[in-house]
């Protein structure tokens, strides 16, 4: 879409850590001098080795740091980084499009729900402070777990129960999210988050992404977030998609132990969140794949790369939610639309 993109850049695996950032540093440069760097993401393959020299390295620097997620997801390809950088042409002159990453527990002490509790009602402070609030304006979260299969529990009882003191019901709306693993710098940290939040935005403009037909709203079996969120500006239209698996209508795990049709049925879901809004597969400004175990990659890549021959995807290891899942994929669609509110840019 005129104006915004996304940029993947992935290193060859014979570079060693260093030399991995100054080829980031080299690709990102060249293409980013002059331009508004929203938000960028960091892959790191071993986070609790690898974060302190990536924070004095000139790629680093270079991207502003308050909208720079650093998470431990190693590079399904098996090299030592990879990176997500969203950029625009030009800064927005009707909106303020904020995200906020790397948010922990300030008290880093507890269970994932005592850390996950701290952490929404500290963003929801943060929302406070600019005359905003988690329901009128955020927009996405990523949730990162620490060791998911014995913490998502903790975490996700945790932001139900805030989101209900913030007004975020199955009648209002929730989040688009997604909730994965990843290794964190510090042991004791159990969950971390990056959020997007938007500002001015009218109730109007955020529309509910639902595909009964394939997938259940996550509020039937205890969970609070959306299958996905539409943003509508003037001139277009921001498709928020939620970490999406293979799914079905009744919540059920579908294809449990095959990674193949777990990939085919994850994306089958992701097409029909699409299609309610008017959108295709093609229209994926960008993809994160993310897979429980690395030996599925190849398998997944082949899937992916078929129906997604020109979006930029990263594919990283990722638990998801439940451990029969073998693979999660998500993303940002954008769309041309024509309506009274202020455009995008």
């Known amino acids: 879409m005129k104006g915004e993109h996304f940029l993947v850049v992935s290193v060859p695996t014979r570079l060693d850590f260093r030399s991995a950032l100054d080829y980031l540093y080299q690709k990102c440069s060249g293409q980013l001098t002059g331009k508004t760097v929203v938000f960028s993401r960091i892959f790191l393959s071993d986070i609790a080795n690898q974060e302190a020299v990536l924070k004095k390295s000139r790629i680093f620097s270079f991207l502003p740091e308050c909208s720079c997620s650093i998470v431990g997801q190693p590079p399904a390809d098996l090299s030592q980084v990879a990176i ?17 990453c790397n948010q922990i527990a300030k008290v880093i002490t507890g269970s994932s729900f005592d850390q996950t509790r701290q952490i929404f009602k500290d963003y929801c ?15 996405r979260t990523w949730v990162f777990v620490r060791d998911i299969d014995n913490n998502y529990g903790g975490m996700v009882k945790a932001r ?22 990843a290794q964190l710098d510090d042991p004791k940290v159990l969950v971390s988050m990056d959020a997007v939040s938007l500002y001015p935005l009218q109730t109007a403009q955020i529309v509910r992404m639902e595909a009964r037909r394939y997938l259940n709203p996550t509020y039937e079996y205890g969970v609070t977030f959306e299958r996905g969120t539409e943003i ?6 921001h498709l928020y998609i939620s970490g999406t698996a293979s799914i079905n209508s009744k919540g059920e795990i579908v294809h449990p132990f095959d990674v193949e049709r777990q990939t085919v049925r994850a994306i089958t879901n992701v097409s029909a969140l699409l299609s309610g809004q008017g959108a295709i597969l093609s229209d994926m400004k960008y993809l994160i794949v993310y897979l429980r175990n690395l030996a599925d990659f190849p398998s997944a890549e082949k899937i992916i790369r078929s129906k997604f021959v020109e979006t930029p995807v990263i594919f990283a290891q990722g638990a998801v939610c439940r451990p029969n899942w073998l693979v999660e994929i998500e993303g940002e669609a954008i769309i041309p639309t024509e309506s009274r509110y202020l455009p995008f840019s």
């Open 84 to 100: 997500l950088v969203y950029f625009l042409d030009a800064p927005l002159k009707n909106y303020q499009l904020v995200y906020q």
């Open 160 to 181: 139900k129960e805030l989101f209900e003191s913030e007004g975020l019901t199955p009648r209002s709306r929730y989040l688009a999210s997604t909730g994965i693993e």
């Open 232 to 237: 509508i500006y003037g001139d277009r239209a």
């Open 125 to 139: 402070d943060t929302l406070a402070a600019k005359g905003q609030t988690l329901l009128a304006n955020s927009l």
